[in-house]
């Protein structure tokens, strides 16, 4: 190996470790953000075999933890599914295991970013949600409307001031059968989805497909959120090693330069 490959080589480690780097601090950043996944940096030889590159980084999707709320529109997910959201042109659709929900003034599921949240709706006190689309409270209570509840597949129960109880909507999943092809977006929300390839076979949501508790998508469980999947001491472990790492190849740079200076030296008269 040419001194001069052995300055590149050491420049590409240098390279890929701050890629390597900057990943570990992402994830430490987000620490307390919902339903935040991990990533992790792989690295491979050059083609050349002269330096390393960054191979893949690539998020890790196990769930996380549940905590806690006690706010009956916030849904965590027990299981591999994801939410589907879309904005409120109906245009575009993201998935997300964000499930900070609130009801907006339309009375629409919806998240912190106010797209609405899809799954079957159009139900009644007499007929069963049947149609696709963003979940919205019954606009025609029979009374004054005292209380939401979600159930573990997703069924959304109205409570009225009459004693009566309606499930107007029903919350769906949608599983996916490599979600390291979705494409984060930021906001916890995921886009790409026909290149992730849904384990349904479909985009299009449905009660036989999308359901929870069915299809490996877990269940859905009201009143809380997932949190963060990080591990905080593989992250440090992590963030040590590519530290060292950083740091001996940044010694073979200063050795390669300070050789390299004797070279220039020997010509000198």
Not at 1 to 7: F, N, Q, R
Not at 125 to 139: F, K, M
Not at 181 to 207: D, I
Not at 221 to 249: C, H, K, P, W, Y
């Amino acid at each position: 190996m040419a001194l001069i490959d052995t300055l590149g080589t050491g420049v590409s480690a240098l390279q890929s470790f701050t890629t390597g780097l900057d990943t570990v601090a992402n994830d430490i950043a987000n620490i307390n953000t919902t339903a935040f996944k991990g990533s992790s940096t792989s690295f491979a030889d050059t083609f050349s075999g002269a330096g390393v590159q960054v191979a893949a980084t690539n998020q890790n999707f196990v769930q996380g933890s549940l905590s806690t709320t006690g706010v009956s529109t916030n849904l965590g997910i027990s299981g591999n599914g994801f939410f589907i959201v879309q904005n409120a042109a109906g245009t575009t659709q993201f998935a997300t295991r964000d499930g900070g929900f609130t009801i907006n003034s339309s009375g629409y599921l919806v998240n912190s970013q106010g797209y609405e949240v899809m799954g079957l709706t159009g139900g009644s006190g007499s007929s069963a949600p049947s149609t696709v689309g963003p979940i919205r409270l019954n606009q025609s209570p029979p009374s004054a409307l005292q209380s939401v509840s979600i159930s573990s597949n997703g069924n959304v129960v109205e409570s009225y001031a009459d004693g009566s109880e309606a499930t107007t909507n029903q919350v769906l999943l949608q599983n996916f059968v490599n979600p390291d092809l979705l494409v984060s977006q930021g906001g916890n929300l995921y886009s790409n989805l026909s290149g992730a390839a849904p384990v349904s076979g479909s985009l299009t949501l449905s009660s036989t497909s999308n359901t929870p508790g069915g299809s490996g998508l877990g269940t859905v469980e009201s009143g809380t959120l997932e949190q963060s999947n990080v591990d905080l001491t593989q992250e440090f472990a992590s963030m040590i090693t590519m530290q060292r790492a950083f740091e001996a190849n940044s010694r073979l740079v200063t050795v390669s330069d300070t050789i390299l200076q004797d070279i220039i030296n020997l010509k000198q008269p």
